[in-house]
């Protein structure tokens, strides 16, 4: 199949336009139409996933992690970054990242942390502020319902568990054509009244073209009529971090063990145990510390995330515990996420998980 049908597929559920500014995630070697015989599925990109990749005749490599965040102005070999690029462009293998898109979505790499520790009610911790925009437009009465659908299948009308959400007035609109129109009710050159609906619905930013074509598309009248307006809630389907809820709580150092084990850490680093049941867990794969706060404010009894630097953990400030697992370690079941988005969809492609640990920290225990 041709490779932009495997990232269109990834970018529907973590789009391009939710990464941070700082980050290079899509397709960052390769071309949109080259045809993919197998893909390799690693949390980072480094020689030995390439050698992988090579053994086992797959021509897409995708990772969570870009190798690539600055631009190169030299390629010669002289390090690691320069070595992967030229050895993927060599062997005609293609590379795609979704780093922190995947890091902030419902069903991305924080969804799967939470799904490994049995957390229910999960919700984002952090969502993303002015995201979402307002559309509102003016239709016939007996047009609104065609109208209305489509904008819903385009995928307005989300709010939280609520689907095709809208709100719907009735009233009079007014035009005159000239004598290039056609219009679909009145006569060119007469002023015209017509009993309308006013239809408000919201959506996320990064599908506004898709919204504006649907509703082109199923109105009835030559000119479209239609208001767009930027709002400051936060869209709560995308951010980053998510917290929820154990089943039941459990004691502080029963909660670490499971922790440990479950992602299989040689090491915890945490604060003060505060002898109080865990009950409320939040999470931040990755680099997380900027999010303490946030799961302070929402009252979670422990944050579970990576890369806390010393000064940081007496931020903590006895209201929280802070259990730093590892960068990689918050990170490694995010090669599971992109494998059953992919196997989905594409049940009998040959994907592969990468059987290469990229973690470059050891432990001496």
Do not use: W
């Amino acid at each position: 199949m041709q490779l932009k049908q495997i990232t269109q597929l990834i970018e529907s559920v973590a789009p391009l336009e939710v990464q941070e500014s700082y980050d290079n995630s899509g397709l960052i070697i390769g071309h949109p139409e080259d045809e993919i015989s197998g893909i390799l599925i690693a949390i980072d990109l480094t020689e030995d996933v390439l050698d992988e990749a090579i053994q086992k005749k797959v021509n897409l490599v995708i990772t969570h992690h870009p190798i690539l965040f600055r631009g190169l102005k030299k390629i010669n070999r002289k390090n690691d970054i320069e070595r992967c690029v030229t050895k993927a462009i060599k062997n005609d293998l293609a590379i795609y990242a979704a780093h922190t898109n995947m890091d902030s979505v419902f069903g991305g790499v924080n969804s799967k942390i939470c799904e490994k520790l049995e957390l229910q009610n999960c919700r984002i911790l952090s969502p993303i502020p002015n995201y979402l925009k307002k559309l509102v437009t003016f239709v016939p009465l007996d047009d609104a319902p065609k109208v209305r659908e489509a904008l819903f299948e385009a995928g307005a009308g989300n709010i939280g568990n609520y689907d095709s959400c809208s709100f719907n007035v009735a009233g009079t609109g007014s035009f005159k054509g000239n004598d290039q129109t056609n219009p679909y009710v009145g006569e060119r050159n007469q002023l015209h009244q017509e009993e309308e609906i006013r239809i408000e619905t919201i959506f996320p930013k990064h599908i506004q073209s898709q919204i504006i074509q649907a509703l082109l598309n199923a109105h009835p009248y030559e000119e479209v009529a239609y208001d767009i307006y930027p709002l400051d809630n936060e869209y709560q389907q995308c951010g980053i971090g998510m917290i929820g809820d154990l089943k039941s709580p459990m004691n502080e150092m029963d909660f670490l063990l499971k922790l440990k084990k479950t992602f299989g850490c040689q090491v915890i680093k945490h604060t003060q145990l505060l002898g109080n049941p865990i009950q409320k867990v939040a999470v931040c794969g990755g680099s997380g510390s900027t999010y303490l706060n946030n799961a302070i404010a929402q009252k979670a009894d422990i944050f579970i995330s990576g890369d806390f630097k010393y000064h940081q953990f007496f931020d903590a400030r006895q209201q929280i515990i802070i259990a730093d697992i590892g960068h990689y370690e918050s990170e490694q079941f995010t090669k599971e996420v992109f494998y059953e988005l992919l196997t989905k969809k594409f049940p009998k492609f040959a994907i592969h998980l990468s059987d290469i640990n990229t973690n470059p920290i050891s432990y001496l225990i």
